[in-house]
Nanobody, 123 residues
Framework: VQLQASGGGLVQAGGSLRLSCAAS????????MGWFRQAPEKEREFVAA????????YYADSVKGRFTISRDNAKNTVYLQMNSLKPEDTAVYYC?????????????????WGQGTLVTVSS
C-alpha cells in the first residue's frame, strides 16, 4: 500500500486549503482512511476519518464544522478540505489507512502512512 499526500502550503488565517491523499496497492473497500497532524514538539493527533465503503465520516472536535473529509473511489483519493484555518492548525498533515470499519483515533491503529504535507497558517 502506498499513500501520497499533497496540497499543503502557506495560508493566512481564515483561508482554505485542500489536501489530497492518493492511495494505491490494493482495493480499499473495507478500509478507513484517516488524516492526522503533528505540530512541532507535539504528539500526532487525529483530525478526521472516512470509510471507503459508504463514505461515513468522523471528526475531531477541534476541526468539526471547519474541515470536511471526502473520497473519490474512482481515483482512490481522499481529500481534506480545510476552511477557516487558524494558526493552531499549523502542522504536518499525514494520511493513513487501516483495515475494517472502526474509526480509530489512535495513530497506532493505522497500518500505512503517507509522507506528510506541511500546512502553515499565518496570523
Amino acid at each position: 500500500v502506498q499513500l501520497q499526500a499533497s496540497g499543503g502550503g502557506l495560508v493566512q488565517a481564515g483561508g482554505s486549503l485542500r489536501l489530497s491523499c492518493a492511495a494505491s496497492g490494493r482495493t480499499f473497500s473495507n478500509y478507513v482512511m484517516g488524516w492526522f497532524r503533528q505540530a512541532p514538539e507535539k504528539e500526532r493527533e487525529f483530525v478526521a476519518a472516512i470509510r471507503w465503503s459508504g463514505g461515513s465520516t468522523y471528526y475531531a472536535d477541534s476541526v468539526k464544522g471547519r474541515f470536511t473529509i471526502s473520497r473519490d473511489n474512482a481515483k482512490n483519493t481522499v481529500y481534506l478540505q480545510m476552511n477557516s484555518l487558524k494558526p493552531e492548525d499549523t502542522a504536518v498533515y499525514y494520511c493513513a489507512t487501516k483495515g475494517g470499519s472502526y474509526y480509530a483515533i489512535s495513530p497506532y491503529e493505522y497500518d500505512y502512512w503517507g509522507q506528510g504535507t506541511l500546512v502553515t497558517v499565518s496570523s
